[in-house]
């Protein structure tokens, strides 16, 4: 059984930054892939950015391509999404994803387990 529990969410100014934070917890971290998407009120979950299972390959939304980051520490079971230049529209809820030997789909019905998601909000 895997679990996946979120950090790092806040309130930010746009221009800034923040780092989410994906504790996995499980067996074989490295044979999931790995992603991040986000929710914002009355719309559906969107895909933001994912790590390819085995953490050789990230890919990326249109909308966060350049300001957004994906990454993996395999030693500590973490994997992060830094966040630069926010914009207003950037605000949502923020959620960790894993797919068994998966993370190239940006399908939410791809990935098996999610966490319970991080807030973030950024103001204009």
């Known amino acids: 059984q895997v679990q996946l529990v979120e950090s790092g969410g806040g309130l930010v100014q746009a221009g800034g930054s923040l780092r989410l934070s994906c504790a996995f917890s499980?067996?074989?971290?490295?044979?999931?892939?790995l992603g991040w998407f986000r929710q914002a009120p009355g719309s559906e979950r969107e895909f933001v950015a994912a790590?390819?299972?085995?953490?050789?390959?990230?890919y990326y939304a249109d909308p966060v391509k350049g300001r957004f980051t994906i990454s993996r520490n395999t030693a500590r079971n973490m994997v992060y999404l830094q966040m630069n230049s926010l914009k207003p529209e950037d605000t949502a809820v923020y959620y960790c994803?894993?797919?068994?030997?998966?993370?190239?789909?940006?399908?939410?019905?791809?990935?098996?387990?999610w966490g319970q998601g991080t807030q973030v909000t950024v103001s204009s």
């Open positions: 994803a894993a797919a068994y030997q998966g993370g190239e789909s940006p399908t939410p019905d791809q990935y098996d387990y």
């Open positions: 499980g067996r074989s971290f490295n044979a999931y892939g």
């Open positions: 790590s390819r299972w085995g953490g050789r390959s990230s």
